[in-house]
């Protein structure tokens, strides 16, 4: 017992306590901008209605270079619209990708035409891009005046099936992702399918990563479907990429209401399955990899290791690792074998960083099985390195029957 026989320090103590419930609409559409599509308009009127609704708009310039008509589409969009919205400056465009995560002098830049135009917290910031810039953006709204209602308008695969329509955001520092950033829930969300049309291929496929992630830890009937058209989404049909990107979205929504923790307080984070590795492999290749394209190889190599743990019946990672090929993924780059001066495996320093970014114990998802996720406490380096054997060997196997 603590002696406490002088009674100097005695303590009283209030305990403060209330609870905030979040709610966002998250819509499929086409076509937002077209002024026959009164979505966005409404949207805004679910703040406050009959009333101007002071508009800053910061959008990725890969958008831009892909629909040039793009800027001029929103601002009559904006006319049209003009007793709901004032957009108070021309579109800012930003640049695209992790290169606008990995310099705070962007962050900053948009903090200062926030400031310059006197959004207030009854203002909207809107960001209109993939994963990266609504990351960034999302920080941003977070952060000026303690935080600005915001509006995401996801335009990749990923933006559209996970990461926008989430509660986190987050900017690279210190050579490790999402270092400095928040949890702050939007104010809404709009999904419009007619942006996927101009993504290139490569981040069509790569998106594609986190549906299968979801499937396997959460749905093994959306797997199924997923392996049924995989030849379809292989060639971007639209209803399949609609399926796959509206399925996925609702899976990460379903995960953060309903999985009990969506602020990540304790040390299970279900949805970063295969992301330990793939946050490393982002790092390690100097984001050379796209983040789908890292979060499928860390989802096969996962895989792979439930199987050889014994916690996944044999042949499901052979079957995860087919339905990754056959959606378009290489599972193997070089970099999984980069070694420090050390002789260490610079990958495996993900495990640390994973652990770390969480604090308390190390907590991984594995498969049990197809649609069914586990947590583990430990991972075994050896057969770490035995999974990315495996993968090496499949790769360079696949490639001798190619040439
Ligand atoms: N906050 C979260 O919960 C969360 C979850 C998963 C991933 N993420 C983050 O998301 C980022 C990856 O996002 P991403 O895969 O969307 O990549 P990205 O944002 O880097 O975009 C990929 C490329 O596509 C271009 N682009 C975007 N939309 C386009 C369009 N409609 N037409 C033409 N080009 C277009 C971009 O300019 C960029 O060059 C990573 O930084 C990752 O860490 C965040
Ligand atoms: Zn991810």
Request: aromatic share 10%.
């Amino acid at each position: 017992m603590i002696n406490n026989a002088a009674n100097l320090y005695t303590t009283s103590t209030a305990v403060q306590e209330f609870s905030i419930p979040y709610r966002y609409p998250v819509s499929f559409t086409y076509d937002m901008f077209n002024p026959a599509n009164p979505l966005l308009a409404e949207t805004l009127c679910m703040a406050e209605h009959g009333m101007q609704h002071r508009l800053v708009i910061f959008i990725d310039e890969g958008v831009v270079n892909g629909q040039p008509e793009l800027l001029g589409r929103i601002e009559q969009y904006a006319d049209y619209y003009k007793h709901h919205i004032d957009l108070v400056t021309h579109p800012v465009i930003m640049p695209a990708g992790e290169a606008l995560k990995s310099d705070l002098s962007f962050i900053e830049q948009m903090q200062e035409v926030i400031c310059d135009e006197h959004i207030d917290r009854h203002s909207f910031i809107m960001g209109i891009g993939g994963g990266a810039l609504l990351d960034a953006v999302g920080l941003v709204a977070a952060t000026s005046h303690r935080g600005i209602r915001h509006i995401r308008i996801p335009t990749t695969v990923l933006a559209q099936n996970d990461s926008g329509v989430g509660v986190k955001n987050g900017v690279n520092l210190f050579g490790q992702k999402n270092y400095l950033g928040t949890f702050a829930p939007p104010f809404a969300v709009i999904n419009d399918y007619q942006f996927i049309e101009t993504l290139p291929a490569r981040d069509k496929i790569s998106g594609m990563a986190e549906a299968v992630k979801v499937a396997l830890i959460r749905d093994v009937i959306f797997y199924h479907w997923l392996e049924t058209n995989s030849a379809k989404l292989n060639r971007f049909e639209p209803d399949a990429m609609r399926h796959m990107i509206k399925r996925s979205a609702e899976l990460h929504m379903h995960q953060i209401a309903n999985g009990g923790d969506p602020f990540e307080t304790g040390s299970i984070r279900p949805l970063d399955f295969g992301h330990w590795a793939a946050h490393r492999l982002e790092t390690i290749t100097a984001y050379e990899l796209r983040h789908g394209e890292a979060v499928a190889i860390g989802i096969a190599l996962d895989t792979h290791y439930s199987v050889l743990c014994g916690l996944l019946p044999k042949g499901s990672d052979e079957r995860v690792y087919g339905l990754l090929s056959t959606l378009g993924f290489d599972l193997w780059h070089p970099a999984l074998e980069q070694q420090n001066e050390d002789g260490q495996y610079e990958i495996m320093q993900g495990l640390t960083d994973f652990q770390e970014h969480l604090g308390g114990e190390l907590t991984i998802t594995l498969l049990y099985d197809i649609g069914v996720g586990e947590e583990v406490n430990h991972m075994h380096h050896d057969l770490v390195l035995e999974s990315m054997q495996w993968l090496k060997q499949l790769h360079y196997s696949q490639a001798r029957y190619a040439a």
